[in-house]
C-alpha cells in the first residue's frame, strides 16, 4: 500500500511545479509585451515631435479655436506677402487677361455663323477661283477672292429683306455673314480652310563696285600675269608634257610659270608647254576624261591649232558640262568644263574650278 501512494505523490508534486513554472513564464511574457508596448508608443511621440514641432508648440496658442501667432511670425507673414507681390508680373497678368478676352470673343464668334452658311459661301469662292482658271498665281487668286468679298458686301448692304431671301438668306443669316466678312474676314477663311500664300517681294541690294569681280571668277593665289590669259570654266585636249598627278603647284600663277619655264628650257624637238591645267578647289575639279582632277594638280600639255579653238570658247560658255557641245578641229578636242583656261605667247592656261 505504501508503494502505491508514493508514486502518486511524485505525480502531484510533479504537476504542481509544472504549474508554477506556467504561471512564471505568462508573467515573463505579459512584462516583455508591456515593455514592447511601452516603447512603441515612446517611439511614435518622439517621432511626432521630430517631425513637427510646431504642433506642440502652438498648442498652448489655442484659444477660443483661433491660433495665436507670435510677432516674429506676423512679420514673417506680412514679409513673405510682400515678397511675392512684388516679385508678380503685373504687365503679364494683365496681357494674358486681355488675350483670354479676345480669345473667348473669337470663339463666340466663330461660333454664330452656321456650318450651313460657310458651306454656301466655300461653294461661291471655290466657284470664283474656277472661273479664274488655271496656272494662276497667288496675286490673282488673292485679287479673286478680295473682289467676291467686297461684291458679297456690297449686295449685303443694298439688298432688302425680300431679296435676300429669295438668295436663301434670312435677315440673321445675312447679318452674321455681314460681319464675319466685313470684321472676321481672316477668322472665315481659316474655317472654311482657304489659304493663299502671300506675295513675298525680295529686294536685292547691290553695293558692288563696277568693276569688281564676281565671288566665283576669284582665282585663289597671287594675280595672274597677263601672258597667262586665264579662262574660267574651260579645258583643251591636247599631249601631256607633264601629268598633273605627281606636279603640284601652291597656285595657279605658279602653275602658268611652270608651263612657261618649260617652255623656255625645252630642247629642239621636245615638246613645249602652251596648255597649262591647274585644279584649285579643296573638292577635286571635273574632268572631260574617267580621271578626276585632285587639288593643286597642274597639268603641262602641248596642243596644236589652239588659237582656232580659242575662237570657239563663246560657244559652250556658261553651259554645264553634260549639255556643253565638244568642239573638234582634226585630231583637237576643246572641252568647256568647270575650269579656267587662257591663253597667251608662250602659254594657254586653263584653270579647273
Not at 503685373?90 to 473667348?104: G, N, P, S
Not at 571635273?286 to 597642274?298: I, L, V
Request: charged share 30%.
Amino acid at each position: 500500500m505504501v508503494r502505491g501512494l508514493a508514486p502518486a505523490t511524485a505525480l502531484r508534486g510533479r504537476a504542481a511545479t509544472a504549474a508554477a513554472a506556467a504561471a512564471r513564464w505568462c508573467t515573463c511574457r505579459r512584462a516583455a509585451v508591456a515593455v514592447c508596448l511601452g516603447n512603441l508608443v515612446a517611439a511614435l511621440l518622439v517621432a511626432r515631435a521630430l517631425y513637427a514641432p510646431g504642433t506642440f508648440a502652438s498648442a498652448p496658442n489655442l484659444l477660443d479655436g483661433q491660433v495665436k501667432y507670435s510677432k516674429e511670425q506676423m512679420r514673417w507673414v506680412e514679409e513673405s506677402i510682400r515678397i511675392r507681390r512684388a516679385a508678380e508680373p503685373i504687365e503679364l497678368v494683365q496681357a494674358v487677361k486681355k488675350l483670354r478676352k479676345a480669345f473667348a470673343r473669337e470663339e463666340k464668334r466663330r461660333k454664330e455663323l452656321p456650318l450651313e452658311l460657310k458651306q454656301k459661301v466655300t461653294h461661291e469662292i471655290l466657284q470664283r477661283l474656277r472661273d479664274l482658271g488655271e496656272n494662276r498665281n497667288t496675286t490673282e487668286q488673292r485679287d479673286a477672292v478680295e473682289s467676291w468679298r467686297v461684291e458679297k458686301l456690297k449686295y449685303i448692304r443694298s439688298s432688302s429683306t425680300q431679296n435676300l431671301s429669295n438668295f436663301g438668306l434670312s435677315s440673321e443669316e445675312s447679318r452674321m455673314l455681314k460681319r464675319a466678312l466685313d470684321f472676321n474676314w481672316r477668322m472665315l477663311l481659316e474655317d472654311i480652310g482657304l489659304w493663299i500664300p502671300p506675295a513675298v517681294r525680295h529686294f536685292e541690294h547691290d553695293d558692288k563696285p563696277e568693276n569688281e569681280q564676281e565671288e566665283e571668277e576669284i582665282v585663289p593665289g597671287p594675280p595672274l600675269p597677263p601672258e597667262c590669259n586665264a579662262e574660267l570654266h574651260t579645258d583643251y585636249g591636247g599631249t601631256a608634257v607633264r601629268w598633273g598627278l605627281t606636279h603640284h603647284k601652291e597656285s595657279a600663277a605658279d602653275c602658268c610659270q611652270a608651263c612657261i619655264d618649260q617652255a623656255k628650257r625645252a630642247k629642239p624637238g621636245a615638246l613645249k608647254c602652251n596648255i597649262w591645267v591647274y585644279c584649285p578647289s579643296e573638292y577635286g575639279c571635273f574632268s572631260p576624261d574617267r580621271y578626276e582632277h585632285k587639288h593643286q594638280e597642274c597639268w603641262l600639255k602641248q596642243i596644236r591649232w589652239y588659237k582656232i579653238l580659242g575662237e570657239s570658247i563663246s560657244h559652250c560658255k556658261g553651259k554645264k558640262p553634260n549639255n556643253c557641245k565638244i568642239l573638234r578641229t582634226e585630231t583637237i578636242a576643246m572641252y568647256m568644263l568647270e575650269s579656267l583656261v587662257g591663253s597667251g605667247t608662250q602659254a594657254t592656261s586653263s584653270l579647273y574650278t
